[in-house]
């Protein structure tokens, strides 16, 4: 998952609001977002690959949601990003416990950030820092570095995002998503990837021969609990694959 923009509202009739997009390899295999047979609290895409997952709802309001932090100089990892959030969603572990437990592990993984809430708090940790942050009550974004890093598809995300929050709709949030324009070359960062491959990246929805958004998806939290989710696939060159709608 490369873009999360989300609104973190407590007390509201719709607390989180979040926007996201995966971006990935298209050869790498995936299923699109369901619910999954053996666990079945899990509501998200899967990994087939690693087996993990990149954002999806779990029993008791639990959300989680990951992006990797661009590094192309950083040594191969032991274990799979994904399983962090998959873990989260699939157990009971209380959320501090849980975060304190990967704060202790995150060496074991490449660069990340996660996002875990429930209906009471929302979190962030980056593998960089030293300790998670509960969030307040805002609207954010997340990419490839820190949180709110001020790259330019995440500021044009975020803003986007604004504009729809007093009466946000799945399909207006994945609309936002679906922005291929990229950012100027003096606005691109420099996150050692080279300038063409950063200027493939900075678009909010990417579309190549071999890489780019695999899933737009849109969550709608209620304040009864439940959970609204539209997700869309898609394939080389932006090729529309697949739509998927739960209500959990």
């Known amino acids: ?87 989260f969603l699939a157990g009971d ?8 437990d990967v704060v202790g592990r995150s060496v074991e993984y490449a660069g990340f950030n996660l996002l875990l809430g429930n209906a009471e708090q929302l979190w962030h ?49 994945l609309a936002l998503l679906s922005d291929p324009q990229t950012a100027p070359f003096a606005d691109l960062p420099d996150t050692g990837v080279g300038l063409a491959t950063e200027s493939l990246l900075s678009s909010v929805f990417i579309a190549s021969p071999s890489y780019g958004t695999r899933a737009s998806t849109a969550l709608i939290v209620h304040a009864d609990g439940s959970r609204h989710l539209l997700e869309r696939s898609f394939g080389p060159y932006g090729g529309h694959l697949g739509e998927v709608e739960l209500k959990v």
Not at 5 to 30: K, T
Not at 93 to 100: E, K
Not at 132 to 155: F, H, I
């Open 125 to 173: 940790y980056n593998a960089r820092d030293p300790q998670p942050q509960r969030l307040e009550p805002g609207v954010y974004g997340l990419s490839n570095a820190g949180l709110d890093t001020p790259w330019p598809k995440l500021l044009k995300a975020r803003a986007a995002l604004q504009e729809v929050l007093h009466d946000p709709q799945p399909q207006a949030l």
């Open 1 to 87: 998952m490369c873009l999360i923009v989300f609104a973190w509202r407590p007390g509201h009739a719709q607390p989180l609001i979040v926007a996201a997009n995966r971006d990935e390899f298209y050869a790498r295999p995936s299923l699109p977002l369901g619910q999954w047979p053996e666990l079945p609290q899990i509501h998200a895409g899967r990994d087939l690959e690693a087996g993990g997952t990149w954002l999806g709802v779990g029993a008791e309001g639990r959300f989680a949601a990951l992006t990797n932090i661009r590094n192309p100089h950083q040594p191969p990892a032991r274990r799979s990003r994904g399983e962090l959030v998959a873990r």
């Open 93 to 100: 572990v209380p959320l501090d416990d849980y975060l304190r």
